[in-house]
């Protein structure tokens, strides 16, 4: 019996040492051209490579978008609910897209859960069949709907998931300061939609406020229950500060814990989860900022840490082999795109792509079943952009990963990305 161990353990130390080693794909880079400020960028690539996005196309004006193979289709303009702007956060392989759009009316309260500084009603929407509808919102007690809601993700069934206001005050809410981006005034509660219905998910321990940000096929959802914050541009574009990230089955919510406290900025949070119920996203701990972390009922939490020299980092997306990807930044807000393939570690993806590439990777929000890559780059003028990483064959991880600030040629954008970053990770930022 303890030869048998023996021998299981000296197994396990190979195949670690042995996918440790693996060589990881060097990947070509499409340029999905450009999407603007927040709220603009590329959310998720389906496995059939069809990709959600949000697009600028004025300086002040999104549109929901899906892109496939260079072309791009303007949900807005193939009929939108009447507003200005709109985004496409989530899509499935039957092409259904769900996410946010305005209306043409102001909201009633002077919020702007969209996210858009225009203060218009924010409307969940699904997208199928060339027509944008709009998905009903959560009643309180007393008959009063919610004004505002948001569709963050579909899975293959036409499950959707996200939030809906429900009309109650909320007196977590920072007062309203619109210089500062606090807008909001009511709770907003985690919801699912299905069959034309709106289900409220409970919260945990009575936090007043959740969203669920992803769904997969056998119904899971994952996502964050807490408090209001002021509203944060970066991955999150939310009002949530989440106190606890989790895990929602058959109605119930479980709390996945941490690793040891809250994380600043979005809080503790699920962003993603895969067929296998492995689920990631990013937690605050005892003795230092919040990182990115992969969880499952078997194993439990795991740190996956950051990009060599990195404080922090954030998983935004698993795909069911359990490769995940996300963001690392070093101590001055330096960002860089990674992925974790096969159970790995941390590579930084600007290693795996040609080193003359125009664009600089700096956030990793995606990856499917064939390892495809999507998120937002940034050109030497500072410009955004959607890209599309595609993996080729085998190349040896490099030593030493580009940093933002080795990559001389995007010296002139840091500026914009630390804007871009700093609501989401400023509250994690050390003294410097």
């Known amino acids: 019996m303890k030869r048998a161990i023996l021998i299981s353990i000296a197994a396990g130390s190979l195949l670690s040492t042995l996918v440790m080693a693996q060589p990881s794909p060097s990947y070509t880079v499409t340029d999905l051209g450009v999407v603007g400020g927040p709220p603009g960028q590329p959310f998720v690539v389906a496995n059939h490579g069809l990709i959600s996005e949000g697009v600028a196309v004025s300086d002040t004006v999104w549109h929901a978008m ?6 791009q289709f303007d949900l807005a303009k193939a009929g939108g609910l009447g507003g200005p702007s709109s985004v496409a956060f989530g899509v499935n392989e039957k092409g259904q897209a769900v996410g946010e759009a305005e209306t043409p009316n102001s909201d009633r309260n002077g919020e702007d859960f969209c996210g858009f500084r ?8 699904i997208w199928q069949n060339g027509v944008m509808a709009p998905l009903p919102l959560l009643k309180n ?5 919610g004004a505002n809601g948001v569709a963050h993700a579909i899975n293959n069934r036409g499950q959707i998931v996200g939030t809906s206001e429900n009309g109650e005050p909320d007196s977590t ?51 964050a229950s807490g408090e209001c914050t002021a509203f944060l541009i970066n991955n999150d574009l939310t009002y949530l500060h989440g106190l606890h990230a989790t895990l929602w089955e058959n109605g119930t919510v479980t ?22 119920g492995q689920v990631v996203g990013h937690m605050g701990r005892a003795d230092g900022p919040a990182v990115a972390y992969l969880w499952s009922k078997e194993a439990g939490i795991q740190n996956l840490g950051t990009l060599p020299g990195d404080f922090t980092s954030v998983a935004l997306s698993i795909n069911e082999n359990g490769d995940i990807v996300g963001i690392s930044l070093d101590a001055e807000f330096n960002p860089r795109a990674y992925v974790r393939l096969d159970g790995g570690m941390l590579v930084d993806l600007n290693s795996l ?7 600089f990777l700096f956030d990793a929000c995606s990856i499917n079943s064939r390892k495809e890559i999507t998120g937002i780059a940034v050109d030497g003028a500072g410009n955004f952009h959607g890209y599309l990483a595609t993996p080729g064959k085998a190349t040896a991880d490099s030593a ?29 930022s050390p003294a410097h």
């Open 353 to 359: 792509i040609p080193a003359d590439s125009p664009l």
């Open 66 to 71: 899906l892109s496939f193979h260079g072309m």
């Open 173 to 223: 809410c920072p007062i309203v300061n619109h210089a500062l981006g606090q807008y909001q005034q009511f709770r907003f509660k985690p919801v699912i939609w299905h069959n034309g219905t709106v289900q409220e998910l409970p919260t945990v321990s009575g936090d007043p406020d959740g969203i669920a940000f992803a769904i997969n096929d056998n119904g899971q959802a994952v996502g």
């Open 141 to 145: 007690p007393n008959g009063v709907t």
């Open 255 to 276: 709390d996945l814990g941490n690793l040891g406290g809250v994380a600043g900025g979005g809080g503790n949070t699920a962003f993603s989860i895969n067929n296998r």
């Open 118 to 125: 225009s203060q218009h009603v924010c409307q969940p929407f």
């Open 400 to 428: 030493a990963a580009p940093s933002a600030t080795d990559r001389t040629q995007f010296d002139s954008a840091r500026k914009l990305l630390l804007q871009r970053l700093s609501y989401q990770f400023g509250a994690q």
